[in-house]
């Protein structure tokens, strides 16, 4: 099984940036690509930002041009730098990996635990 393990979140203030980071290990025979989700209360988990195998990345216009999704070179360690956060980023924060592991037939998506990012006054 797929470790996804997510580090960084926390409170702060509008405008202020914060760091997220995700580490995905195990038996990964191919990675298809890594990204972040959030689910605030009461609402659905969304999309936040997705960097693709090839490098290509999207983001949700919610936060586009705020955001930047990166990776390390093995591409199993992503990060999220979130800067001019504003109250409604406030969420639960997943990171995902989209990979095939050993022995399996088709890929499938592995979830971290999530990490709490409050941004209040």
């Known amino acids: 099984q797929v470790q996804v393990v997510e580090s960084g979140g926390g409170l702060v203030q509008p405008g202020e940036s914060l760091r997220l980071s995700c580490r995905a290990s195990?038996?990964?025979?191919?990675?298809?690509?890594m990204g972040w989700y959030r689910q605030a209360p009461g609402k659905q988990r969304e999309v936040v930002a997705f960097i693709a195998i090839s490098g290509a990345t999207k983001y949700a216009d919610s936060v586009d041009g705020r955001f930047t999704i990166s990776r390390d070179a093995a591409k199993t360690t992503i990060w999220l730098q979130m800067n001019s956060l504003k109250s409604e980023d406030t969420a639960v924060y997943f990171c995902?990996?989209?990979?095939?592991?050993?022995?399996?037939?088709?890929?499938?998506?592995?979830w971290g635990q999530g990490t709490q990012v409050t941004v209040s006054p």
């Open positions: 195990g038996p990964i025979s191919n990675l298809y690509g």
């Open positions: 995902v990996t989209h990979a095939l592991i050993v022995g399996a037939q088709s890929p499938a998506d592995y």
